[in-house]
């Protein structure tokens, strides 16, 4: 027995045995053990749940991998050998492009994020071409009046705007 349960009895020369209190001892002596298997059940029943939410939470995680790869909760029962057997039965590799004016616009899917995108055309480009023959002067000659836009790559755009003031060829 423990030195904390152990049984304490005392004797009081003048009053004899105390009786209840020799009943008290022998009653938490008793019950210790049971009050140590509940704290344990307890501790047991903490652990349980703690299990049971972290499986929930795995599960919620699986089927979200599932819809996103294959456009469903349940993954196909024939597992794929390795990852580009997997990637191909995904929705990833089921992209597909279409146009509505194939003539205007056109486009290929490799590694697309799902969805449905919209290209609106502002207007249609015009080729132009402006050959000269040579200027004679390049303070004198006229090139013309208007906007000249220069864009290269994903650099900002730089227009260049043609008046009165600057229509020589110097002045451009």
Known sequence: MSTANALQITLDGSQGLDVQSIVSSLISADSAPVTQMQTEVSN??????????????????????????????????????DFEDRLAESV??????TSSNSSVVTATSSN?????????????AQAQAD??????????NSVGTGTLVITTGSNSPVTVTINSTN??????
């Open 44 to 81: 047991l029943q903490s652990e349980v749940s703690a299990y049971q939410s972290l499986n929930t939470q795995l599960s919620t995680l699986s089927n979200d991998v599932n819809t996103a790869l294959y456009g469903s909760t349940v993954a196909p029962l024939d597992a794929p050998y």
């Open 92 to 97: 990833f590799s089921q992209s597909t492009v």
């Open 112 to 124: 697309a994020t799902p969805g449905s995108y919209a290209i609106t055309v502002s207007s249609l």
């Open 131 to 140: 050959v000269s023959s040579g200027f004679s002067s390049s303070t004198s």
């Open 167 to 172: 229509n020589t060829l110097s002045g451009v």
